[in-house]
């Protein structure tokens, strides 16, 4: 391996392997498997490592995300018509200090947000995890998602109404039946 190629494969480690976790994270929401997930996230990377000498400077967490957004749709389109699989909650370690009440409580919670932004379409599922879950700002979420900021403020603003009311309708379903 040349200087120039080892420079450049620690350019892009430095610059884009931080970026994995959300990556995978947008993956895993996008395709709802986490198998899936993987698969795709590691095809956006390989294209990234590939395409990385046209990258030259700017947020490299967007150009990643960008990628790893397009090769989900691709993934989506050749394999739309097959079985769609669930995704599958992380376990998650809890802290020495919480009652196993609070821990029922907050895994329900963790079950009944991920139930809801899963049954939301894509495209709001896609800017609400861009946005609450990654940090992106809106104009990231343009550039990732080349959408103009304009839509991307209102699609959030709409999948945040979807998302209330899917949180809320089982509450409302549960106290007709307790009547």
């Given at each position: ?13 430095e610059c884009v ?11 895993r929401w996008l ?149």
């Amino acid at each position: 391996m040349g200087v120039v190629e080892q420079e450049e494969r620690k350019r892009f480690e430095e610059c884009v392997l931080p970026h994995l976790d959300a990556a995978f994270n947008l993956a895993r929401w996008l395709l709802r498997s986490r198998e899936d997930a993987e698969d795709v996230t590691q095809e956006a990377m390989l294209r990234a490592y590939r395409f990385f000498g046209g990258y030259r400077a700017g947020d490299a967490r967007a150009w990643l995300l960008q990628i790893v957004r397009n090769c989900c749709y691709t993934w989506l389109q050749k394999n739309r018509a097959g079985e769609e699989l669930s995704d599958t909650m992380e376990e998650t370690i809890p802290d020495e200090g919480e009652s196993p009440e609070n821990l029922a409580i907050a895994s329900f919670d963790r079950e009944r947000l991920a139930s809801a932004l899963d049954s939301l379409p894509p495209h709001f599922r896609e800017v609400l995890v861009l946005r609450e879950l990654e940090g992106c700002s809106y104009k990231e979420i343009a550039a990732i998602t080349s959408r103009p900021i304009g839509t991307i403020m209102s699609s959030l603003a709409r999948g945040r109404q979807q998302l209330k009311k899917a949180l809320t309708q089982p509450k409302e379903s549960e106290a007709r039946r307790a009547l």
